[in-house]
């Protein structure tokens, strides 16, 4: 164990998925920062994370149209993942202990959100990216 | 609005401020005047007689790359004494920024240099590492130099007949993109003036053949090339077409000339052509711009196209023009201009391969300054269409690949270094099982021998510190030019990033950080002298709460610095002297002014009295490799006990266990000496409690398993007598 503390363990929200659709389950929690049920956090954080995350989808789309600069893609993508930052520790205030193969979660920190979600959006972002710019919808 | 402007109008006096001593960078990201590339009088623009002395006048552009030459006035008479180039009009071959070093170069009538001037530079490592004066000092070994001479990086080699050059010590990609630049546009001008001579290849001889392929046949065969320029790589806006969509071949091979020209086409081709003279057709299928050029004037020559064959290039006039009528070939494509291009030059030969090369402007988004660029696509005729198939071609090693082979013992030592390092961290479990916490030396004779080597071998000789820059400048590539070359330059940072990424996801930053860091090692090192040299009661560590505080400024120091880079990389590669690597390392402690010398010195000599300050609470590098670490697979073990007990958090130089007992392994250096307890029955009070409740007991002691626990001991069902008496 690297914990020494078990009350640090946490139970993921889609609980004890296996196979293909704990797979599927993994990707709709790291892509879904709202939790639901018990853990659905406030609805008022929640509605405005959404309507951000539209914003966000938004600006995405219009940067691959042409009509907004890298830069404010960049403060766009930066913004939403402070809210995410928020969202997730009030809805799934829980992270990864060990490998991604793993089932392990622990209590996520402040450091420890910050880092999963600035880390995963650097990855989503930079995939979305070099997608945009290989079909030549992006430009810098 | 807190526009991009208004925080560059903010963060470049802080800058200025922080780095009043920086070494003047006179040419460093110069606004340079947009007549420079484009002007006929280039000289208008540009200092051409300090490169070439003793010219007074010079000639407009001309030539192919073009080129000016100078000439000397001899009582009204101006005689030749050599040709001046600028390097973007030539190559485009990026240093270690991804830009150009956009370089002003002078040649005599015999393809000596005469004189090299930097007009422009990108070069971060310049800005304030290495004073620019060096890569000066580096230009000025090429003068008196033959354009021809075989001349490189390293070390002279007579019986090669390689001139060596010396590098500038932590610029080395800087210096061979740089060698790159001199040579190829020596090399361009010295060619197209008659310096060196083309050189004279076997011709081609073609079997005979009644096959006829189709279009789709030829395009598998290799026997037509299609090269495709994007809007993006010129700089300019996409709308889904390519910029130029060019298929081209070679017309003189029989088989193939008939197959797209028809037999009369090909015929009536062939009998226009002499002895030793080759064509090419060229089309368009799709496009934004004539491959032909708008600016072609009578007499002129086509500046868009050219073919290259090994160092050789040859351009096309408008009497190497033919009009392409029609294809013949079955299922060619719908294409709305074309031409017929004839190759004059002596030495072409179509037994060898060769690349039609599209000319280019790369347009600076922000500057609006061109810069060339060109794109090429090789073509070589099939075995199949060359009598005795295609010939032994040898091609010469691309640069990196010389850096790799001219560093090999350097690269295999590294290597073994590293696999060393990671195959003693494998082994950890067995390597503190067998340590006690008075005697580590069994895990410290591999963590020493880790920091001696990085410390002597990689900073110090090898210059292989890792950086923040090189993450910032990565960043950069990706977003404007990727390549691949420009990294591969720089093997041992090649190679350590390669082993960083992986170990950060496997164990965490620990590994690179607590045993193979330089500067890192460097500074425990003296840590662990100071205590050696009685110096232990003057040692301290920061109170816990503070430490906790403080230990957030290096994310706030990394995300500051990534998030100045997004407006201005110059500014964030300055900012990013608070890695006080350079001064230690590259450039070395006295070597730079007070300031840098100060810093890197008052943290090293801080280093003595606490643990690792700059690690711990500055590093950028530090943060950066932090935040993965969250996600690292194998993490340090701990036991239901370490939640209150806080002997291993005691002992912990990294501050990094928390009073619950957790070890934050983003704060982690992996020194394991909280695992060397985790075994030590003398040390772990849960362990060394039950060793004494055995001794006490008169129970034997049992090996201790993995989760740090002696293996328990059950007592056997006493047996009865009468199995006692069948057995």
């Known amino acids: 164990m690297t914990l020494a503390d078990r009350n640090e363990l946490r139970q993921p929200s889609y609980g004890e998925a296996r196979g293909a659709a704990w797979l599927a389950a993994e990707l709709r929690d790291h892509l879904w920062p709202w939790g639901s049920g018990a853990q659905g956090g406030r609805t008022s954080l929640r509605l405005a994370g959404f309507g951000l995350a539209v914003a966000a989808t938004i600006a995405w789309i219009l940067t691959a149209l042409g009509h907004l600069s890298a830069g404010a893609i960049i403060g766009w993508w930066f913004g939403w993942s402070v809210l995410e930052v928020f969202v997730r520790l009030d809805g799934k205030p829980y992270v990864k202990e060990g490998p991604w193969w793993g089932r392990l979660y622990r209590r996520a920190s402040l450091m420890d959100m910050l880092c999963y979600v600035s880390f995963k959006n650097l990855l989503i972002g930079a995939s979305l990216f070099l997608s945009l710019k290989a079909m030549g919808l992006l430009q810098l | ?727």
Request: glycine residues 8%; charged residues 20%.
């Open chain 2, 1 to 727: 609005m807190f526009s991009q402007r208004t925080l560059r109008r903010l963060l470049a006096p802080l800058a200025a401020l922080l780095l009043t001593s920086a070494a003047h960078a006179d040419t460093y990201e110069i606004k340079l005047p947009p007549e420079l590339s484009s002007s006929p009088r280039l000289c208008d623009y540009a200092p051409c007689s300090e490169v070439l002395p003793g010219a007074t006048s010079f000639s407009e552009r001309k030539g192919q790359p073009s080129y000016v030459e100078g000439y000397r006035d001899d009582a009204g008479q101006k005689t030749k004494v050599g040709y001046v180039m600028l390097s973007t009009d030539i190559t485009d071959i990026p240093a270690y920024s991804g830009k150009p070093v956009v370089t002003l170069i002078g040649m005599d009538t015999a393809g000596k240099f005469t004189g090299v001037k930097i007009l422009k530079h990108s070069e971060p490592i310049l800005l304030l590492g290495i004073p620019e004066s060096s890569l000066v000092k580096f230009n000025n070994q090429y003068l008196g130099q033959f354009v021809g001479d075989n001349i490189e990086i390293g070390k002279s080699r007579p019986e090669e007949n390689l001139i060596g050059l010396d590098a500038i010590t932590g610029a080395t990609v800087t210096v061979i993109a740089q060698n790159q630049v001199m040579m190829t546009s020596g090399t361009e001008v010295a060619k197209q003036v008659g310096i060196l001579k083309p050189v004279i290849r076997p011709q081609a001889r073609f079997p005979i053949s009644d096959a006829a392929p189709s279009w789709a046949n030829l395009v598998a065969d290799g026997s037509v090339q299609h090269l495709v320029v994007k809007p993006e790589d010129l700089g300019l806006k996409g709308d889904g077409r390519p910029y130029m969509d060019l298929w081209f071949g070679y017309l003189n091979q029989p088989t193939i000339g008939r197959a797209l020209l028809g037999k009369d086409g090909y015929a009536s081709l062939m009998a226009r052509l002499k002895e030793g003279e080759h064509a090419i057709f060229i089309i368009r299928t799709a496009g934004m711009d004539s491959f032909k050029g708008s600016g072609f004037v009578r007499g002129g020559i086509y500046d868009r196209v050219q073919v290259r064959q090994d160092k050789d290039s040859f351009t096309f006039r408008d009497l190497d023009y033919v009009n392409l009528w029609g294809l013949a070939a079955a299922g060619a494509p719908a294409y709305d201009e074309s031409a017929i291009f004839i190759i004059r030059g002596k030495g072409f030969s179509a037994a060898y391969p060769w690349k039609l090369v599209f000319l280019g402007n790369r347009i600076d988004k922000e500057t609006a300054a061109k810069t060339f660029a060109n794109f090429d696509r090789e073509y070589w005729l099939a075995d199949s269409y060359l009598e005795g198939g295609r010939p032994e071609v040898i091609k010469p090693d691309p640069t990196w690949l010389k850096v790799w082979k001219d560093k090999a013992l350097q690269i295999g030592a590294f290597i073994v270094l590293l696999l060393g390092v990671a195959a003693a961290y494998a082994n950890r479990d067995r390597l503190v099982r067998r340590s006690s916490h008075k005697n580590k030396w069994r895990v410290n004779a591999f963590k020493y021998t880790g920091w001696l080597l990085s410390i002597g071998f990689v900073g110090f000789q090898a210059m292989a510190q890792p950086s923040i820059t090189q993450v910032l400048t990565w960043f950069h590539s990706l977003l404007f030019q990727w390549q691949w070359e420009l990294f591969l330059s720089d093997p041992l940072i090649f190679i350590f990033w390669i082993f960083i990424i992986v170990t950060v996801f496997v164990w965490g930053r620990g590994l690179f950080c607590g045993w193979l860091c330089p500067f890192g090692s460097l500074s425990e090192l003296l840590y662990k002298l100071g205590r050696a040299c009685g110096l232990k009661r003057f040692q301290f560590h920061l109170p816990q709460a503070l430490h906790d505080r403080l230990k957030g400024l290096k994310y706030a120091i990394f995300f500051g610095l990534l998030a100045v880079s997004f407006f201005s990389m110059g500014l964030a590669e300055k900012l990013a002297e608070i890695e006080p690597f350079k001064t230690t390392f590259l450039v070395g402690l006295l070597n730079r002014s007070w300031p840098y010398t100060l810093f890197a010195g008052g943290l090293l000599g801080l280093s003595i009295f606490t643990e690792r300050p700059f690690c711990k609470y500055l590093c950028p590098l530090g943060a950066a490799l932090a935040m993965p670490t969250t996600f690292r697979w194998f993490g340090l073990k701990r036991k239901d006990e370490c939640t209150k007990c806080k002997a291993c958090a005691k002992g912990c130089g990294s501050l990094a266990i928390d009073t619950k007992g957790n070890i934050d392994q983003r704060e982690c250096m992996l020194c394991l000496d909280c695992m060397v307890l985790y075994y030590d029955d003398h040390a772990c009070p849960p362990l060394a409690q039950e060793r004494k409740r055995r001794d006490k007991a008169g129970q034997p002691l049992t090996p201790i398993d993995a989760r740090g626990y002696f293996i328990p001991i059950h007592p056997a069902p006493a047996r009865s007598a009468t199995e006692e008496k069948h057995s």
